[in-house]
């Protein structure tokens, strides 16, 4: 498999550039992402919160649907919660989401509509 460090978008074997951002891709080592992200982004570049102290199931479906719209999206706990994740095993402070800065003004637009959106259940 293969990794956009720029997208952070995985590619089978077959791919040589990455489609959002036409950028080279590399190996891709499952093993190595841990904690479901590479932080590693382009030199200059950096991580800028989109929104602040969400309770964790709701900053992951954001980030499921950033990432499923090619934005990619990564959840941080938030520092206040730290201590108290370590001993109550939860938090009441929540998790930020962060996307790389020159997309913030897209993510910001795309979780929106995200939120707008009607539900529609199977019945």
């Not at 479901?36 to 900053?59: D, R």
């Not at 938030?78 to 003004?105: A, C, F, H, R, W």
Request: charge should be negative; glycine fraction near 4%; include cysteine.
């Amino acid at each position: 498999m293969k990794h956009c460090k720029t997208c952070q978008l995985i590619y089978d074997d077959h791919s040589y550039k990455c489609d959002r951002c036409e950028g080279v891709l590399n190996e891709y080592h499952p093993d190595h992402d841990i904690h479901n992200h590479n932080l590693e982004l382009p030199e200059g570049a950096a991580w800028v919160e989109l929104e602040p102290a969400l309770p964790e199931f709701e900053a992951q479906s954001h980030i499921d649907y950033l990432k499923s719209i090619h934005i990619p999206a990564i959840k941080v706990m938030n520092q206040k919660g730290v201590t108290m994740e370590v001993y109550l095993g939860q938090s009441v402070y929540g998790y930020d989401v962060y996307v790389p800065e020159k997309m913030i003004e897209e993510a910001k637009v795309a979780v929106k509509e995200f939120m707008e959106a009607p539900f529609e259940s199977e019945e």
